[in-house]
């Protein structure tokens, strides 16, 4: 079991920031995280790791959900009317992964299921997915 630290990644600025996430508490199944750095509590980006084991026998599976979510705060915008309204969340990006691990897979099963996920969140064809939204054909 690895213990909470803080994680540090990088945003997808052309010139990226590094973004320190700092544990926000651990439970035997969950870890979160927190970007505190924009001090409102609703607008912090988040990532949270949840392991489980599910089944009996030869249909057991541990699965390990991640998670990242960033909220967009709403902007406001024209007069305000003499008062600052209570910050409001506009809507949030959001992205899931979960792995499904058999209790049968072997240590290379699981190396492998890493890099391949890894290595695809690093291609090409993700990014003018994700980022241009532009479908595969």
Known sequence: MSA??????????????????APRG?????????????GI?????????SNTHTG??????????????VPVMEVISGSDGGYTPVPKVAFSDFCKIEFAIPDRATLQNRKDILAYVKNLMAHAVMSDTVVDLNPAY
Do not use: C, E
């Open 56 to 69: 009996k026998g030869s249909d057991s599976v541990y699965r390990v959900d991640v998670r990242v979510t």
């Open 26 to 38: 651990a439970t035997l199944d969950l870890a979160k995280w927190n970007d505190v750095s924009g």
């Open 41 to 49: 509590g609703i607008g912090m980006p988040a990532i949270s790791i």
């Open 4 to 21: 909470q630290a803080n994680i540090v990644i990088n945003d997808g600025q052309a010139a990226p920031v590094a973004h320190t996430f």
